[in-house]
């Protein structure tokens, strides 16, 4: 997947095509303002993927789109709420591609704790990790969070 815009790009508009400042986003999605300016400011790398999943949501738009793998967005498309538990969402998909959790571990470069983490649903991977996911899985962002089929 390669990135053809930049979030904060593709925030600000969503932002301006749906009539929102960052106090009315922030409002909507109950984050503080100031998140609001420093994610169109690129002050953070990425957003907290909770506040990731509330933007996606309040726009109903696709994961891939506002991360930049998509050039434009589906107009119309209806999307599921995103999966805010990985455990059994990893174990599926090892067990589709009959890999184990070790190799797992070891080709995705992650600790045994943080792979404990998510199979036990104690932690949401970051945006990041969201993307190496679905590029280790050779799927979406919107299909591994099963935003999409």
Known sequence: MEHVSSFPDR????????????QGLAKQIACSHSTIYNLLNDKYKQPSTEIFFSIIEHFNCSADYMLGFLEFPFEGAVYHP???IY?????ELLKARKEKQKTFIENMHISSNLAYQWLSDKALPTIE??????NYFD???????QRTK
């Open 11 to 22: 925030l600000l508009e969503q932002m301006t095509l749906n009539g929102y400042n960052a």
């Open 82 to 84: 995103p999966l805010r």
């Open 87 to 91: 455990g059994a969402r990893i174990r």
């Open 129 to 134: 990790y969201l993307i190496k996911l679905a």
């Open 139 to 145: 799927i979406t962002v919107d299909v591994f969070i």
